[in-house]
């Protein structure tokens, strides 16, 4: 029988898991929804089924995956879970089974030796193929139309260990690259796993090389020719944990490490940078332009998600993320990173046209946090837009104790330019019972929603969302199979 929930922040308030599953064939959309607008928006979060004995982590959630299908003037949602291992086997039981990100020390003995995956942290269309992703394990492959679970995707073998929930989609020519970290577990030799997928969904690159220590390396940066990984000084240290303190922490003093490859390049062509130690954790974009690699990113000069190795915590305002450009000298002149602040907002999840991904970009879409002190527990009450060329910046309040998830452009039908469409997140409203898919024009977010999508029930707080159009060569196979 399943138990209430304990007091914690990311289990009451916006957090508070909702536990089921729905489906509605045409939800009520207040204002207009644009005739152009035709294509999928997914997201996922973390949604436990049952509550953990031992603490809890806003990360450790089970998946649920939302689908919102914008089609023939109607808007139509469903939800499922990922039904992993872990989820059948916890359901099955009728109990939480797995310690707290799969501590062995807390799990139950009957799932001792079985993986542990939630495919709770991104969900990315592919060679036809639906991935919820946790970097922990590999992709789990559900249907894009009906959610349902199919199998682990190992590329032929080849990936049977962790693989990035950034995995990067370069739309000039159908191919993923990925990554994985931690590819020897917790004690064992920290090395970096760098994977292409062409566009039919098979590994034509798999290579790896040596970390500068296990850093939990969340994402990484891809351009027409280079891919960059960073080295931030979080760190996963088992030996620490043993000895009680904390196995994920900040390394107070310790630099961050950039790892340029060439994209089609061996490990041997690595060019190493350093730089002040920075906590980046998600990019808008990155690109080569006269002679210099540009990266638009969210840093931060420490970390709010875990504790530093003594234990302590860094307040919100020293940790608070903005938008910050770094700039790498492609000739070799200098080594140095040139780091600038494009915008100072506390913002989260930026992110491009992602049509343009790996090619210079201007637009910038965000959310951010106005008012409260913590974003992650209180919600990022804002959306905003962020011209990188000119420094102006679009925004937009929901209201104090709103909270909004990550803003992704979605390009009209026919749209072939820069930001030409529409910008979309999901909000919860201030001490509200329901949820809104809000609508604004891609480059007037100050106007306000031009139609907001009414779901009748408060979805959790969640994580990345992505939109494909149904004209896109990724989006169209959805609505194929819905023909």
Not at 138 to 165: C, K, N, Q, W
Request: some cysteine.
């Amino acid at each position: 029988m399943a138990q209430p929930f304990k007091d914690h922040p990311y289990l009451t308030g916006h957090h508070q898991p909702m536990r089921f599953e729905a489906d509605a064939p045409d939800l009520i959309v207040h204002g207009e929804l644009p005739d152009d607008l035709h294509g999928v928006f997914y997201r996922v979060g973390g949604e436990p089924l049952y509550d953990p004995p031992e603490g809890y982590h806003w990360f450790d959630g089970d998946g649920m995956v939302y689908g919102f299908f914008f089609e023939d003037g109607r808007v139509s949602m469903r939800n499922k879970w990922v039904r992993t291992e872990k989820f059948e086997a916890e359901l099955k039981a009728g109990r939480r089974l797995f310690g707290v990100f799969g501590n062995p020390m807390e799990s139950d003995p009957s799932v001792q030796g079985m993986r542990y995956n939630t495919g709770n942290t991104n969900i990315v269309l592919h060679g036809g193929k639906l991935l919820a992703l946790m970097e922990g394990a590999p992709p789990i492959e559900m249907d894009p139309r009906s959610l349902s679970t199919r199998e682990y995707l190992d590329y032929g073998g080849t990936v049977t260990g962790p693989f990035s929930a950034h995995p990067k989609v370069d739309q000039f020519n159908g191919e993923m690259l990925s990554f994985g970290w931690m590819i020897n577990g917790p004690m064992g030799k920290p090395e970096i796993r760098y994977d292409i997928i062409d566009k039919h969904g098979q590994i034509v690159r798999n290579v790896q090389f040596d970390a500068p220590y296990m850093s939990m390396v969340h994402t990484f940066m891809v351009t027409e020719n280079w891919v960059i990984f960073p080295f931030n000084p979080l760190e996963t240290n088992i030996q620490r944990f043993m000895q009680g303190g904390p196995m994920n922490a900040w390394v107070r003093g310790r630099s961050s490490k950039l790892a340029m490859l060439p994209r089609n390049g061996d490990t041997d062509k690595i060019r190493w940078l350093e730089m002040p130690g920075r906590h980046m954790f998600h990019e808008l974009n990155a690109w080569e332009e006269d002679g210099k690699l540009i990266a638009d990113v969210a840093a931060a000069n420490g970390t709010a998600l875990f504790p530093n190795e003594d234990g302590s915590m860094n307040t919100h305002k020293d940790t608070a993320l903005e938008l910050r450009r770094w700039t790498i000298d492609l000739t070799g002149a200098t080594d140095e990173v040139k780091e600038e602040t494009l915008n100072d907002r506390d913002i989260q999840f930026p992110r491009p046209d992602d049509r343009f991904m790996t090619r210079k970009t201007r637009h910038g879409y965000a959310n951010c946090n106005l008012h409260s002190t913590d974003g992650r527990v209180d919600g990022m009450d804002a959306a905003i837009h962020f011209d990188t060329t000119t420094g102006k910046e679009d925004l937009y309040h929901f209201g104090d104790g709103a909270a909004c998830g990550e803003l992704i452009f979605a390009p009209r039908v026919g749209a072939t330019d820069e930001a030409d469409g529409y910008a979309l997140t999901l909000v919860h409203p201030a001490n509200s019972h329901h949820t809104e898919l809000a609508i604004f024009q891609a480059r007037d977010i100050a106007a306000g929603p031009i139609a907001r999508v009414f779901i009748p029930y408060r979805i959790p707080s969640g994580f990345h969302c992505n939109y494909y159009t149904a004209d896109g060569p990724l989006g169209a196979p959805v609505f194929e199979q819905a023909a």
